[in-house]
C-alpha cells in the first residue's frame, strides 16, 4: 500500500511572512508548480523502474493553498476528492517544538512533547489513517495535499521519530509504502516535474 504526500505550491505567505495571515493562496509560481504536477500525475509518471503514478483518491486540507494545488490535480485525474480538517497545517512553528541536541555526537535528550505538538500529532496521525483507509478501499494509492509541518509530522510518525526534520519543497511529492510490517520512506521531495526555476520551499 502507497501513500503519496504533496506539498501545496509556493504561497503568498512564503513570500511576504506575514505571520498574522496563516490562509494565504498561492503565488502566480504556485499556481503554475501545482499544474505542473497534475499533468505529471496525469500522465502516470514513473516513480522507479517498473513503478507508475497511481491514484485512487485524493484528500486536501482545507486551507487555500492546499485548495488551490488541489484543483488542478482534481482536474487532471478525475478522482474522488475530500476535504479534510486533519490535514490542516499547524498554527504554530512546529520545529520550534521538537528535540534538539548540542552537537552530532551527542544523543537526544529526554523529550516530553509540548501539549500544542502532541495535540498536533493526534492530528496528524488521523490523517494518516484516513488516506490508509481511502488506499485500504479503492485498491489503489491515496494522495494527501497538504503542508510541511503536517507532512513532517506524519514522517515522523511512520519513522518512529521526532528527533527528525524534514525539509519540504513546494509541490513535492513524499511516498510512504507499507509494506513487511513497516512504513519504507520511498521518495522524498520528488520534483521530476517541475524544472530548476520552479524549484521553491
Known sequence: MKLYLARHGQSRWQIERNDNDWNSPLTELGQR???????????????????????????VS???RARETAVPIRNALNCPIYTDAYLREADFYVSEHLPAAES????????????????????????????IADAETSGLPALGVAHGGLI?????????????????????????????????LIHLNLWDHLPPACRTF
Open 104 to 131: 552530532p555526537y551527542q544523543a537526544m535528550p529526554i523529550y516530553k512533547p509540548s501539549n500544542r505538538y502532541a495535540v498536533f500529532k493526534q492530528q496528524a496521525r488521523a490523517a494518516l489513517y484516513a488516506l
Open 33 to 59: 508548480q501545482a499544474q505542473l504536477l497534475a499533468s505529471w500525475l496525469a500522465a502516470e509518471a514513473m516513480l522507479d523502474n517498473g513503478s507508475h503514478v497511481e491514484i485512487g483518491s485524493i484528500r
Open 152 to 184: 513532517s509530522t506524519l514522517l515522523r510518525l511512520a519513522t518512529g521519530s521526532d528527533a527528525v526534520s524534514f525539509w519540504l519543497y513546494n509541490t513535492s511529492l513524499n511516498v510512504l509504502e507499507w509494506k513487511r510490517g513497516r512504513w519504507h
Open 62 to 64: 482545507p486551507l487555500t
